[in-house]
């Protein structure tokens, strides 16, 4: 099974503050990245998603795609006590089934208001 | 418009019985995704249905099993309990293969 790691955290960031979130993956061939943000008791919910290298920016969130590097990241700009939640890092990657998502543990955020 | 929806919220089941989870996807998303979620850990793949038929299965036990309705509604059965199939079970829709939808969830009990 092909790996996709997170720091689980938690990350505690301030209020207004930039928050980074970070995943790698091992498998070279993976090709679609998607961030889900789940809150406690919910089911994971797709907030990014991002297929070639560079930064894909949405509102507030910004993916940073480094293929090379097998790194893909989650910047939440101006984090309010809303965004505190777990951030899932998922990869697609072709030698899975279907179009089957890898997931990561998670990183758990904390913003203090 | 609706998103996924899922039945039942909770289900409270016994070692050795049989449950069967529902899964209606979004409206015009063929794809339905089966996955496996346990405290603390990211969801783990279980099936993928597109078109009615099986594209993928993760790396579960034959007692696990899933189909794919023509009006692109979905089961997943569990057979022969185990404590160790307590979890949240997640479906996800797609349009196509590309960004999966989760429904709210089955939260699963054995006891």
């Known amino acids: 099974q092909k790996e996709v790691e997170q720091n689980s955290g938690p990350l505690s960031v301030p209020e207004g503050a930039i928050a980074s979130l970070n995943c790698t993956y091992s498998d070279r061939g993976s090709q679609s990245f998607f961030w889900y943000r789940q809150y406690s008791g919910k089911s994971p919910e797709l907030i990014m998603s991002?297929?070639?290298?560079g930064d894909k920016e949405d509102g507030r969130f910004t993916a940073q795609l480094n293929k090379a590097s097998q790194y893909v990241s989650l910047l939440i700009r101006d984090s309010q006590p809303s965004d505190s939640a777990t951030y899932l890092c998922a990869v697609h990657q072709p030698s899975n089934s279907g179009y089957a998502l890898n997931f990561g543990k998670g990183t758990s955020l904390l913003v203090t208001p | 418009d609706a998103g996924v929806t899922q039945s039942p919220t909770h289900l409270i089941k016994t070692r050795g019985q049989q449950v069967t989870l529902r899964c209606s996807p979004i409206?015009?998303?063929?794809?339905v995704s089966w996955y496996q979620q346990v405290l603390g850990q990211g969801p783990q793949f279980i099936f993928q249905y597109y078109e009615k038929e099986e594209r993928g299965r993760g790396n579960f036990p034959d007692r696990f099993s899933a189909r794919q309705f023509p009006n692109y509604s979905s089961e997943l059965n569990v057979n022969a309990l185990l404590l160790g199939d307590s979890a949240l079970y997640l479906c996800a829709s797609s349009l196509e293969p590309g960004e999966q939808y989760f429904g709210p969830g089955t939260r699963l009990t054995v006891t």
């Open positions: 409206s015009g998303h063929k794809s």
């Open positions: 991002i297929y070639s290298n």
